[in-house]
């Protein structure tokens, strides 16, 4: 490895679960629950908006504590996928 060079990070096998479900939805809209209907971790939302993986999308006026996000360039870059034309 170069001198100054570190690699950007890579997302965890829970962040790219979630982003992944982003890649066939609308605007890469990403889901609050998982497959089991489990709320995903706030933590690892977070963790992704953080990053630039994902973005805050819109607001729920009914749960303002749940975060309804969207998948980004930079994300589907993390996991690999080809940007959206």
Do not use: V
Not at 14 to 38: H, I, V, Y
Not at 53 to 62: K, L, Y
Not at 71 to 80: C, D
Request: proline share 11%.
């Amino acid at each position: 490895m170069h001198a100054g060079k570190s690699r950007p990070p890579r997302p965890s096998a829970a962040q790219q679960a979630w982003l992944r479900r982003g890649l066939d939805q609308p605007g890469g809209k990403l889901p609050l629950f998982d497959e089991n209907g489990r709320l995903y971790s706030a933590r690892t939302i977070r963790s992704c908006i953080a990053r630039g993986w994902a973005e805050p999308w819109t607001r729920n006026p009914i749960k303002p504590d749940w975060l309804i996000c969207r998948l980004t360039t930079a994300g589907r870059a993390a996991i690999g996928a080809r940007p959206r034309e």
